[in-house]
């Protein structure tokens, strides 16, 4: 049962959260309009980044749900660590992934204020990172999440998986 209320949790935040803030608002802001036309292989870049970003993103919510028995939302927090998946290359991976898929937006679209809220969006990220999440899961993991912290980098992922005591082994991943 815990597993259904957490999908639907992170249902309703997946809405709320990354459609919105990498979705609506940039079309808000650019309505879709291609305002200057970089070569082709730009754009597809630009693309990979959307796709790749979208992947990371999906994954993440899942990963909440499976591992961590919670939601990426305060209000209803995973009761385990989440450590396992992308999460065992970068601590912040769907911060990570909306700066790619904000950044693929412009490149696609040509629209330079996208630049502009992928950096307003990725100071309030980085903020509530470090000021909120980062206190949070300290005082609620101890020192799981400090070994966690000390091991895998925030922002620039690792090249090579973090193998942690506890770190789940990609078989039993899934």
């Not at 690792?158 to 078989?171: E, F, H, M, N, T």
């Amino acid at each position: 049962m815990r597993r259904n209320r957490a999908a639907l949790g992170s249902a309703a935040f997946f809405v709320a959260g990354p459609i919105a803030l990498m979705g609506v608002v940039p079309w808000r802001l650019t309505r879709w309009i291609v305002r200057k036309r970089y070569p082709v292989p730009v754009r597809w870049v630009g693309t990979g980044l959307i796709v790749a970003g979208g992947v990371v993103v999906a994954s993440t919510f899942t990963r909440f749900v499976r591992e961590g028995l919670g939601t990426p939302v305060p209000v209803a927090a995973p009761e385990h660590l989440v450590v396992g998946g992308i999460y065992r290359y970068v601590r912040n991976p769907m911060y990570v992934a909306g700066q790619a898929i904000l950044w693929g937006q412009t490149l696609v679209l040509g629209q330079p204020k996208l630049l502009l809220y992928a950096a307003a969006v990725g100071v309030s990220a980085a903020s509530f990172a470090h000021w909120y999440e980062e206190p949070t899961l300290r005082r609620r993991f101890g020192a799981e999440y400090e070994a966690y912290r000390q091991a895998v980098p925030g922002w620039l992922p690792r090249l090579r998986p973090w193998q942690g005591p506890d770190a789940p082994s990609p078989a039993r991943e899934g």
